[in-house]
């Protein structure tokens, strides 16, 4: 039996890297039932001021293709996590540690807590990221 029975977790995931299926990976071991939220492109634009390269409909694809994913939802802000916990019954948030101490997961921090819903944070994959790939592409 595994540690959790609902999981979340949410991500961009442009470009889809080996971090990102790291962090899907490590959350569905530790929870029977793993949501996954896939930022909208009008999520992504109102907070990173740019369009991901990948439209949504193509990363939820992507996602939805994964064996680590058993659910795949729309994250269209950051407090639509909350929405999340009572639709689904979530007992746990897994999200990157590069999110960890900034005044967004602070606030949402104290209302997973308020809900009696964890937050795992899993360290972030050195050296990757969409940013990265991008600049990457671009020089090339």
């Not at 439209?55 to 909350?82: C, G, M, N, W």
């Amino acid at each position: 039996m595994k540690k959790y029975r609902v999981g979340y977790t949410t991500g961009v995931f442009d470009l889809f890297h080996i971090g990102h299926l790291n962090i899907l990976r490590k959350a569905k071991e530790q929870c029977d039932t793993l949501i996954v939220g896939v930022s909208t492109d009008e999520f992504v634009q109102s907070y990173k001021k740019k369009t991901p390269v990948i439209p949504f409909i193509e990363r939820k694809a992507i996602i939805e293709a994964l064996r680590y994913a058993d659910i795949v939802v729309p994250q269209t802000s950051h407090e639509s996590k909350l929405s999340m916990i009572g639709k689904y019954n979530i007992n746990v948030m897994f999200h990157g540690s590069d999110w960890k101490g900034t005044p967004t997961f602070n606030k949402l921090e104290a209302e997973f807590m308020r809900r009696s819903v964890e937050i795992v944070y899993f360290d972030y994959t050195e050296g990757v990221s969409s940013t990265k790939l991008l600049e990457s592409i671009k020089k090339r």
